[in-house]
């Protein structure tokens, strides 16, 4: 489609000083407003990829993919109950489907966690010692304390996992005693008391969302059931499946296996709603950074422009010589296209070294602004993490190749439809 005398042309245009009629300031303006651009985007859909991809490894290194519930039940004493009393023939059948990869009995309940004068709210999940081992962001966290296989015992005996945040808000360390208070307690001729126990923190982690590591406490399944009064029973079933992306597909066989009074709750009903507003702005992130390249993009018909005008009489002789107005306006796309393809580059190289050094640039700019940068309690995670995504980076690169060719158009045709005549009038 070009030839190599337009090749040849188009780079001694490109070249050429300011003195000689080369390309002017605005071309050059145009040139770093779209690496920046491209940097900005690629950057930015970097950043939104690796928010996505942790918060949501969060989700699913800590939580339940699926959890069961049963309906609501009368118990005899006439007590509406969602307790699960054959959880472990229910937890059988759910295990049995080849989608499924984990089922864990659940104990849960809220207490007040208490050393000292220190209180903080604290969930309890009890949970056998086995199942436990089988949570990877508790099992292999960002950051420990002390050893996950303390876990377990009875009593006064029993250790606890605890997490960071909640650890550090009542000053405990592994080895220290943990006092909890629950309203629902024992019962007696006189009503319900409260209930108090103490027990030895054995394994604190940082699972790397803040809402798990700043309430959760794990209790051996036996104890939490001694405690909450569920002996016998539990509340729900932790389920993991193979693919949580495609929860929604394993639903069914899930609500069959557990049979009729089967509830489900996944981890997209609880935080679908965030990831789909997570995936709107996405979308108009990119739209704002795309007009942003294509105002960058503009730049390149201004230079263009300037361009064509300084070398109104080089364009007459060229077309004395022969030169068709397709070839001019081929040399004169190929000086814009140029331009857009090398900040383009730019842009790209930039966008690249930023999404691999992201987690750096972090660190920096937090030590810089002494940690206020980033609020994990209103972020949920830690750190703002960056992922290249191939398809994130074709979408940014072509768009602005795509954009540098068509405002090239214009210009370039200006400058092919130039009159050889009109344009050696004066020469």
Not at 5 to 21: D, K, P, T, V
Not at 140 to 166: C, K, M, N, W, Y
Not at 402 to 426: C, K, N
Request: a neutral charge; aromatic letters at 8%.
């Amino acid at each position: 489609m070009f030839k190599a005398h337009e090749f040849l042309i188009a780079w001694r245009y490109l070249r050429a000083r300011r003195a000689e009629g080369g390309v002017s300031v605005m071309t050059w303006i145009s040139l770093i407003g779209i690496a920046l651009a491209v940097f900005a985007l690629i950057a930015t859909l970097a950043v939104r990829a690796g928010f996505r991809a942790e918060f949501v490894d969060t989700i699913l290194g800590a939580n339940a993919h699926v959890t069961v519930y049963n309906t609501v039940g009368v118990d005899a004493a006439g007590r509406t109950s969602r307790v699960i009393p054959d959880y472990e023939s229910r937890a059988a059948a759910i295990r049995a489907l080849p989608e499924v990869t984990r089922v864990a009995p659940l104990v849960r309940g809220n207490v007040l966690g208490q050393n000292g004068q220190l209180t903080a709210p604290v969930q309890v999940y009890g949970i056998a010692r086995g199942d436990l081992l089988t949570l990877p962001r508790i099992a292999d966290p960002i950051e420990s304390q002390g050893d996950i296989a303390t876990f377990g015992g009875a009593g006064a005996d029993a250790r606890v996992a605890l997490g960071s945040e909640l650890a550090r808000e009542l000053d405990l360390l592994p080895g220290d005693r943990i006092r909890i208070l629950s309203p629902d307690g024992a019962r007696t001729a006189f009503g319900t008391s409260p209930r108090v126990g103490t027990y030895t923190v054995g394994y604190v982690f940082t699972a790397g969302r803040y809402d798990i590591d700043r309430a959760r406490l794990y209790m051996p399944l036996a104890e939490a059931q001694s405690f909450f009064n569920r002996d016998g029973v539990v509340d729900e079933l932790e389920v993991m499946v193979r693919d949580p992306e495609a929860v929604d597909e394993t639903a069914l066989r899930l609500l069959e296996a557990g049979g009729p009074r089967t509830l489900l709750w996944t981890w997209r009903d609880s935080a679908g709603a965030f990831l789909r507003a997570l995936e709107i702005e996405d979308n108009v992130m990119f739209v704002i950074l795309g007009i942003l390249v294509l105002i960058a993009a503009m730049n390149i018909v201004s230079g263009l422009i300037m361009l064509v005008k300084n070398k109104g009489r080089d364009i007459g002789i060229l077309r004395t010589m022969g030169l068709t107005e397709g070839a001019i306006l081929r040399i004169f796309f190929l000086c814009g296209a140029a331009v857009g393809t090398l900040g383009t580059s730019i842009g790209l190289v930039l966008g690249v070294l930023f999404a691999l050094n992201a987690e750096s640039i972090f660190g920096a700019v937090m030590a810089a602004t002494g940690g206020q940068a980033w609020d994990p309690a209103v972020r949920g995670i830690y750190t703002l993490p960056a992922r290249l995504e191939v398809g994130d980076v074709l979408a940014a690169v072509g768009l602005s190749l795509v954009l540098s060719f068509l405002v090239t158009i214009f210009p370039a045709r200006r400058a092919a439809r130039m009159s050889p005549v009109e344009a050696l009038r004066y020469e």
